[in-house]
C-alpha cells in the first residue's frame, strides 16, 4: 500500500463550480496535512495546513481531515479560472527534521 | 514569510557537463534544505536531506556521486548533477526548514528545468 494516494485527474470544472480534491494516506504517525498549490514550473505554495480532525476554512478554501479513515478533502467554493493549478496533498512525519511526503497532485483547470 | 530564492529557473547543458543549481533562503537560517525531483504528471521525490554543515543524506536510489549536495553556510545549499544524461532532465526543487514557523516551516524554490541535450 502507497502511503500517500491521490487521483492526478486532469479535473476540468467551469467557473463558479465546487472543486473536491481528495487523498489518502496509510501512515498514521503523520502529524500535518497540508495542501499545496502548485503553478506551472513554480515551487509549491502552501495552501492550507491542519493538524486535527474536521473542517478549517479560509476564504473559498475548505480543508477536511477524517483520521479515523485516513482521508483528507480541500473543498474550493465558487472556484475562479485563477484557481487552475496542480493541487498537492502533503503529510509532515514527525520530528522537527522531518521532511514532506506528497501526493502525485491533481491538476485542476477551471473554464470561464 | 520565508523566502527560498532558487537558480538558474532553466538551464539547457549538453550530455557529460556538469550543472549546479543554487538555493538560497534569503530571510531566515536554514538548518535543514531538502532537493525534490518532479517528473512530468509526478509528483515531488525527495532526492536528499542537507544538513549545514554535514553530509547530505540521500533517499534510496538516489546516486550521491552523481547528485552533489553542499550546505556549506545557513542560507545557501547546492546541488550539482554531474555529468548529466537526458534522463537527468526533470525540474528540480528545493525547500528550506524553518522548523520556528511550524507547521508552515517549509519554504519552496521556484523551481530548475533542467534540459540535457
Known amino acids: 500500500q502507497k502511503e500517500v494516494e491521490q487521483d492526478p485527474g486532469p479535473l476540468s470544472v467551469p467557473e463558479g463550480a465546487i472543486v473536491s480534491l481528495n487523498c489518502t494516506y496509510s501512515n498514521s504517525a503523520f502529524q500535518y496535512f497540508m495542501w499545496y498549490r502548485q503553478y506551472s514550473r513554480k515551487g509549491p505554495e502552501l495552501l492550507m495546513y491542519?493538524?486535527?480532525?474536521g473542517n478549517k476554512e479560509d476564504g473559498r478554501f475548505t480543508a477536511q481531515v477524517d483520521k479515523s479513515s485516513k482521508y483528507i478533502s480541500l473543498f474550493i467554493r465558487d472556484s475562479q479560472p485563477s484557481d487552475s493549478a496542480t493541487y498537492l496533498c502533503?503529510?509532515?512525519?514527525?520530528?522537527?527534521?522531518?521532511?514532506?511526503?506528497f501526493g502525485k497532485g491533481t491538476k485542476l483547470s477551471v473554464k470561464p | 514569510g520565508a523566502v527560498v530564492s532558487q537558480h538558474p529557473s532553466r538551464v539547457i547543458c549538453k550530455s557529460g557537463t556538469s550543472v549546479k543549481i543554487e538555493c538560497r533562503s534569503l530571510d531566515f537560517q536554514a538548518t535543514t534544505m531538502f532537493w525534490y525531483r518532479q517528473f512530468p504528471k509526478q509528483s515531488l521525490m525527495l532526492m536528499a536531506t542537507s544538513n549545514e554543515g554535514s553530509k547530505a543524506t540521500y533517499e534510496q536510489g538516489v546516486e550521491k556521486d552523481k547528485f552533489l549536495i553542499n550546505h556549506a553556510s545557513l542560507t545557501l545549499s547546492t546541488l550539482t548533477v554531474t555529468s548529466a544524461h537526458p534522463e537527468d532532465s526533470s525540474f528540480y526543487i528545493c525547500?528550506?526548514?524553518?522548523?520556528?514557523?511550524?507547521?508552515?516551516?517549509?519554504?519552496f524554490g521556484s523551481g530548475t528545468r533542467l534540459t540535457v541535450v
Open positions: 525547500s528550506a526548514r524553518f522548523p520556528h514557523m511550524d507547521p508552515q516551516g517549509y519554504t
Open positions: 491542519t493538524y486535527s480532525s
Open positions: 502533503a503529510f509532515q512525519r514527525g520530528g522537527s527534521q522531518g521532511n514532506l511526503i
